[in-house]
């Protein structure tokens, strides 16, 4: 596996703009579209939140369909609960594109992301389609990644490559995400491409897989939102032999896929709201691994765990206390806690002062693993979470979600 550059369009096959249409403040990017010049398969994962925006609606009926060719997406406004107007522009957005790029309707999928309640303002998306149209290129990566960004505050794409079936398949992808970051996905879009030929249950099989073990193992603030939405298409053009569940082939490109979701994910935590330090949870010995999941979600999203991490505070015991409160049983005397290989609790007892000083000096750094044992049991699981700093509280105070 080789990481290259090029993000979306790094795929053969694919173009990608990005435009002003004038939903957000000039000069920003707003409407981002990606397109593949062959007909494809697509495979999506939606947001489980139980307010669903109409793109999401309309994608979810479309991926019935497991068909696509285009992705247009606007950012500063998600178009949700916006009542019947609402999926009428959605659907108005899907018309425009499919006539300019003389597709079939069914074939585009809309997204949007930004602030709730608020009308598109159609008239200046109208008027933004044809120039987006006609700025469609291989170059187009970029501008296409900086236009679904509303908090972010760096475009975030990814594109990686493998041998697949003895010929060379890519996998691009852009992200956006900063804030409503919780596992089952929440504010967050990516659109991934391939130019990989596989069966389409094949490749939602891989999405879903890779969308569980990367995006929905994220957390910056443990909301969820309206919007989120996976998408990956794939158009065939690498011309490796199909790719079938359960062949040695679907393990490779899974593994492939799950890389490049893994690489976003990573980005959008990095790029979390104030976030200055990441953190990987990783919990074992449970009885099963959605018990490990269970717990390390709650030490992911508990406040006090997270400006413990801010202020570089190995106060241990908030974190013993959140896997107490998650539901799950355990025996306390069998609790091991480690901050990289540094470990401060053993067997349910702190080790002592010299390894809380040593534990502070592994939460100085940027990055690292703070890994939770409850015994010797088969369950585990890994998610990663941000800090909580001075800047999400003031980044949030001033933006209307």
Not at 217 to 241: E, Q, Y
Not at 278 to 296: L, P, S
Not at 310 to 339: H, Q, S, T
Not at 377 to 387: E, F, H, I, N
């Amino acid at each position: 596996m080789n990481k290259i550059k090029g993000g979306v369009t790094a795929p053969t096959g694919f173009l990608a703009a990005g435009i002003h249409a004038g939903i957000k403040p000039a000069p920003m990017l707003d409407l981002a579209l990606l397109a593949s010049t062959h007909p494809g398969t697509m495979a999506g994962v939606l947001t489980q939140n139980r307010i669903v925006a109409p793109p999401v609606l309309l994608c979810r009926r479309q991926l019935k369909k497991h068909t696509g060719q285009a992705i247009v997406i606007n950012s500063g406004n998600a178009n949700a609960l916006t009542g019947s107007q609402g999926m009428s522009d959605a659907m108005e957005i899907r018309r425009l594109v499919s006539a300019a790029l003389r597709l079939p309707v069914g074939s585009v999928f809309v997204g949007s992301t930004g602030v709730i309640g608020r009308p598109l303002p159609m008239p200046a998306i109208r008027e933004a389609v044809p120039p987006l149209i006609r700025l469609l290129n291989r170059s187009g990566h970029k501008p296409a990644a900086q236009a679904i960004m509303t908090t972010d505050t760096r475009l975030k794409e990814v594109a990686v490559q493998a041998k697949i079936g003895g010929r060379l398949v890519t996998i691009g992808g852009m992200a956006k995400g900063s804030g409503m970051i919780h596992p089952d996905m929440a504010t967050m879009l990516a659109y991934l491409t391939t130019d990989a030929a596989i069966a389409p249950r094949t490749l939602q099989a891989a999405l879903t897989r890779a969308v569980n073990e990367t995006f929905n193992c994220i957390s910056v603030d443990g909301d969820t939102s309206t919007n989120d939405t996976v998408l990956c298409l794939a158009n065939g053009r690498a011309g490796n032999p199909t790719i079938q569940t359960g062949t040695p082939q679907w393990e490779t490109f899974s593994a492939l896929l799950q890389e490049a979701c893994l690489s976003l994910a990573l980005q959008i935590c990095r790029d979390g709201e104030g976030a200055t330090k990441i953190v990987e949870i990783v919990v074992r010995g449970t009885r099963t691994n959605r018990e490990a999941k269970k717990i390390a979600q709650t030490i992911a999203t508990s406040l006090l765990v997270k400006t413990a991490v801010f202020g570089e505070d190995p106060n241990w015991g908030r974190i013993v206390a959140a896997a107490g409160r998650a539901g799950v049983k355990f025996n306390p005397a069998k609790i091991g806690l480690a901050f990289d290989k540094t470990r401060v609790v053993h067997n349910g007892q702190p080790v002592g002062d010299r390894a809380d000083n040593r534990a502070q000096r592994v939460m100085r750094k940027k990055q690292y693993v703070m890994t939770l044992s409850l015994g010797n049991q088969p369950g585990c699981a890994k998610l990663w979470t941000t800090d909580l700093t001075y800047e999400y509280v003031r980044i949030n105070a001033s933006y209307t979600t």
